[in-house]
């Protein structure tokens, strides 16, 4: 079983920026992938970021260039940093952990991004 914890959402003008931070718990393979999705309201839940113990780091086109993904492996964190943020960014973000056996969701953190 794996936990997962984020923080970091809130309410940013557009252009701003903001830091979302992912922690994970319990038993916890060598071997992984960390990332982060979105949901906003009336739409699918969608790839924002992810990044491999080994440093592979896949992301969506519509954040590359803004957001940057990073993980701490010692402490199995991982960070999400957006910047240049748009209204369409607006979304509840997801932490989600993957490993052969399963995969873990987080509770989700909302984002907005309104002037």
């Known amino acids: 079983q794996v936990q997962l914890v984020e923080s970091g959402g809130g309410l940013v003008q557009p252009g701003g920026s903001l830091r979302l931070s992912c922690a994970a718990s319990?038993?916890?393979?060598?071997?992984?992938?960390l990332g982060w999705y979105r949901q906003a309201p009336g739409k699918q839940r969608e790839l924002v970021a992810t990044?491999?113990?080994?440093?592979?780091?896949n992301y969506a086109d519509s954040v590359k260039g803004r957001f940057a993904i990073s993980r701490d492996n010692a402490k199995n964190t991982v960070v999400l940093q957006m910047n240049s943020l748009k209204p369409e960014d607006t979304a509840v973000y997801f932490c989600?952990?993957?490993?052969?056996?399963?995969?873990?969701w987080g509770q989700g953190t909302q984002v907005t991004v309104a002037s």
């Open positions: 319990g038993v916890i393979l060598t071997s992984n992938l």
């Open positions: 989600k952990y993957i490993d052969r056996r399963s995969d873990y």
């Open positions: 990044i491999t113990t080994g440093g592979f780091i």
